[in-house]
Nanobody
């Protein structure tokens, strides 16, 4: 299983970015998929998840600003991030959790929100 994130970079406060997580070796529709992030000096934290059934869940800090979605045909999961704040700066990781509760991680991608 391989998860490859893309779409990160530098953005000004109030701006938007869309992260993508392309999966291979598994299908995003057969896993619970999630986005996590880790800021310098902090623990990795949950950002958003989407279940196999399509239900979504968000950290309080991103509710109303971030949206997780998936495209089964492209075997890709997305994280649309709007109204970005400096405190959203972190390395963002894609995660897949199989029906056997095996977790797979992407390599991570940097998101920096700064003027």
């Amino acid at each position: 299983v391989q998860l490859v994130e893309s779409g990160g970079g530098l953005v000004q406060p109030g701006g938007s970015l869309r992260l993508s997580c392309a999966a291979s070796g598994t299908s995003v529709s057969s896993n619970a998929m999630g986005w996590y992030r880790q800021a310098p000096g902090k623990q990795r934290e949950l950002v958003a998840t989407i279940t196999r059934g399509g239900s979504t869940n968000y950290a309080d800090s991103v509710k109303g600003r971030f949206t997780i979605s998936r495209d089964n045909a492209k075997n890709t999961v997305y994280l649309q991030m709007d109204s970005l704040k400096a405190q959203d700066t972190a390395v963002y990781y894609c995660q897949a959790t199989s029906v056997y509760n095996i977790r797979y991680w992407g390599q991570g991608i940097q998101v920096t929100v700064s003027s």
